[in-house]
Nanobody, 114 residues
Framework: VQLVESGGGLVQPGGSLRLSCAASKSRFNSYRMAWYRQAPGKQRELVAA???????NYADSVKGRFAISRDNAKNTVYLQMNSLKPEDTAVYYC?????????WGQGTQVTVSS
């Protein structure tokens, strides 16, 4: 499955961004969808995930600030990011996982800076 992220950019601390990830396959509704991020010099980490049953989980560092959602009619998953901090700066990647499917997008840069 092909994944295309969008919505990254430069934002001031305390600001908001919404990332989108559009998937190419019609079986989107069966995938566990997730957002990961990787900052320079650090390992890629899970930010948020949503299952096909709409169960969600979040990294402790983003709980209460970020929200993941999905629209199966549009084959799209979103990450609403509020109260952004400089430490949220990273490349954000979309991931689709189900059975033998484990696909990644190309990443979108999020920079939080004044």
């Amino acid at each position: 499955v092909q994944l295309v992220e969008s919505g990254g950019g430069l934002v001031q601390p305390g600001g908001s961004l919404r990332l989108s990830c559009a998937a190419s396959k019609s079986r989107f509704n069966s995938y566990r969808m997730a957002w990961y991020r990787q900052a320079p010099g650090k390992q890629r980490e899970l930010v948020a995930a949503i299952t096909s049953a709409y169960r969600t989980n979040y990294a402790d560092s983003v709980k209460g600030r970020f929200a993941i959602s999905r629209d199966n009619a549009k084959n799209t998953v979103y990450l609403q990011m509020n109260s952004l901090k400089p430490e949220d700066t990273a490349v954000y990647y979309c991931n689709a996982n189900e059975g033998l499917v484990d696909s990644w997008g190309q990443g979108t840069q999020v920079t939080v800076s004044s």
